[in-house]
């Protein structure tokens, strides 16, 4: 279950060991061999849940990466909770889902891009690192995901400052490492992240199960690896987070079985706001 209290003992015990995550941004700036621990964020939602979890990370000596959906900058609020974050030593930038917004038009993307990291920048946020939104319903013709932005040669030669973390962060670390997500409202392996959307096999993910499973996984060997989690699903109490947890499994199940009717697939794409919330 995703519930505070875990997260705690997840970040607690990560100190003892003397094991202390670094923004991707600070990553960046690592020798080829350094291994290193990444907590990264999406914040697609409730930047107050993102808070909590920024502030007991802080507590034990962790920085995260928080990526943060353009739409809840447009709040004084959010605003105010997000320059929190970044006071406690976090890395807070953009997570783009400019491809689906556009329908797949490279240049309307870009548009919304700049005008998104303009928005961001003027905020005081510093865009060095992105993270692509994924949609699993979104309804795809001439592209294959929003990773496909910065795939195109013409946005990284646009943007050599800018480094998304889901398509060529690893070439430019120039290194390797473990990227494990809470996708799903369960903690695994994903074994190629950077070509995810892409393939389609069984076996592309390796289910680890709860945090204990993960520190276990930390603990065993010198590895770098990137944690990704999504702020909105965690939870003060148990049972709001089974609650929480069951309601998504049911949503998602159902968004599948009907994704295979024809006329209704098109509709699914309001699933993508209802995961939001759940």
């Known amino acids: ?134 949609n699993p319903v979104a309804q795809r013709k001439n592209y294959t995901s929003n990773r496909d932005f910065f795939r195109s040669p013409e946005i990284q030669a646009r943007y050599p400052g800018i480094v998304d973390i889901m398509v060529n962060f690893p070439e430019k670390l120039k290194g390797t490492y473990t990227y494990i997500s809470d996708a799903g409202m369960g903690f695994k392996i994903i074994h190629d992240p950077i070509h995810n959307d892409i393939v389609d096999t069984e076996d592309k993910n390796i289910f680890l199960g709860d945090l204990s499973a993960v520190k276990r996984y930390i603990d065993d060997g010198d590895k770098s690896i990137l944690l990704s989690t999504h702020p909105h699903r965690w939870q003060r109490n148990i049972v709001i987070a089974a609650t929480k947890k069951y309601m998504f499994l049911f949503i998602k199940a159902f968004a599948k079985l009907l994704m295979k009717i024809p006329f209704l697939k098109r509709l699914m794409e309001k699933y993508y706001y209802l995961a939001k919330k759940i």
């Open 1 to 134: 279950m995703f519930v505070y209290h875990d997260w705690e003992n997840f970040c607690c015990s990560l100190d003892k060991k003397e094991i202390h995550s670094i923004t991707a941004t600070a990553a960046l700036g690592l020798g080829s061999h350094a291994p290193f621990f990444i907590l990264k964020h999406d914040v697609e939602t409730n930047p107050s849940k993102a808070l909590k979890m920024a502030e007991i990370e802080h507590t034990y000596g962790h920085c995260g990466s928080y990526y943060v959906q353009a739409y809840l900058l447009k709040t004084p609020k959010n605003i105010s909770i997000l320059r929190q974050i970044q006071s406690l030593g976090h890395e807070v930038s953009y997570h783009h889902d400019v491809m689906d917004s556009n329908g797949g038009d490279i240049n309307k993307a870009i548009i919304e891009f700049d005008k998104n990291c303009s928005l961001f920048i003027e905020k005081g946020f510093t865009i060095t690192t992105v993270c692509q939104h994924g």
